[in-house]
T-cell receptor, first 109, second 114 residues
Framework: QKEVEQNSGPLSVPEGAIASLNCTYSDRVSQSFFWYRQYSGKSPELIMS????GDKEDGRFTAQLNKASQYVSLLIRDSQPSDSATYLC?????????FGTGTSLTVIP | SAVISQKPSRDICQRGTSLTIQCQVDSQVTMMFWYRQQPGQSLTLIAT?????????ESGFVIDKFPISRPNLTFSTLTVSNMSPEDSSIYLCSVELWREGEQFFGPGTRLTVL
């Protein structure tokens, strides 16, 4: 079992819709959770961090964490073509930092 | 966040040669990491570069192939030794800045081995 699992996609949504990206993790002692965006040919860029159960909103992005279910999600509201990228979920257990394989998102104009 | 630079940004090398990649951060950081990302794949951690001590390598990566230096808290190098075409990849350095463990990435070095 991988430490962090994501659907590889591709996920396609029309412009203006909500994109929902999901991630599960295996280590119950995981402390910190992150979402990175990676455009083709570029390095990963940190877009959201979340540390406690519930929702955290930043502009059009909302990260959701459910530690009991070991589940992290990222919602992108009013999706734009510029949101088309690969989104990487990452987890810090305190000892190790694990990345998922990423979900490819395409926003269709 | 931090400003992280890498040199070179890209290179094309011949089989059997070595390339040293530099990573510079604009602030002092404790943890620096080196990753490899092959086309269409996710990130693979090569090693953690510790200041003042030997790097810690992940399974499948050895010091003879990927020697790392960390002479101070703002700089690290990764050498890819005796290269083969299988080493063609993007090499990324990252730093852990905050107590919450966020990592920030440099722009990457795109390596092609012929």
């Amino acid at each position: 079992q991988k430490e962090v699992e994501q659907n590889s996609g591709p996920l396609s949504v029309p412009e203006g819709a909500i994109a929902s990206l999901n991630c599960t993790y295996s280590d119950r002692v995981s402390q910190s959770f992150f979402w990175y965006r990676q455009y083709s040919g570029k390095s990963p860029e940190l877009i959201m961090s979340i540390y406690s159960n519930g929702d955290k909103e930043d502009g059009r992005f909302t990260a959701q964490l459910n530690k009991a279910s070991q589940y992290v999600s990222l919602l992108i509201r009013d999706s734009q073509p510029s949101d088309s990228a690969t989104y990487l979920c990452a987890v810090n257990t305190g000892n190790q930092f694990y990345f998922g394989t990423g979900t490819s998102l395409t926003v269709i104009p | 966040s931090a400003v992280i630079s890498q040199k070179p940004s890209r290179d094309i090398c011949q089989r059997g040669t070595s390339l040293t990649i530099q990573c510079q951060v604009d602030s002092q950081v404790t943890m620096m990491f080196w990753y490899r990302q092959q086309p269409g794949q996710s990130l693979t951690l090569i090693a953690t570069a510790n200041q003042g001590s030997e790097a810690t390598y992940e399974s499948g990566f050895v010091i003879d192939k990927f020697p790392i230096s960390r002479p101070n808290l703002t700089f690290s190098t990764l050498t890819v030794s005796n290269m083969s075409p299988e080493d063609s990849s993007i090499y990324l350095c990252s730093v852990e800045l905050w107590r919450e463990g966020e990592q920030f990435f440099g722009p990457g070095t795109r390596l092609t081995v012929l």
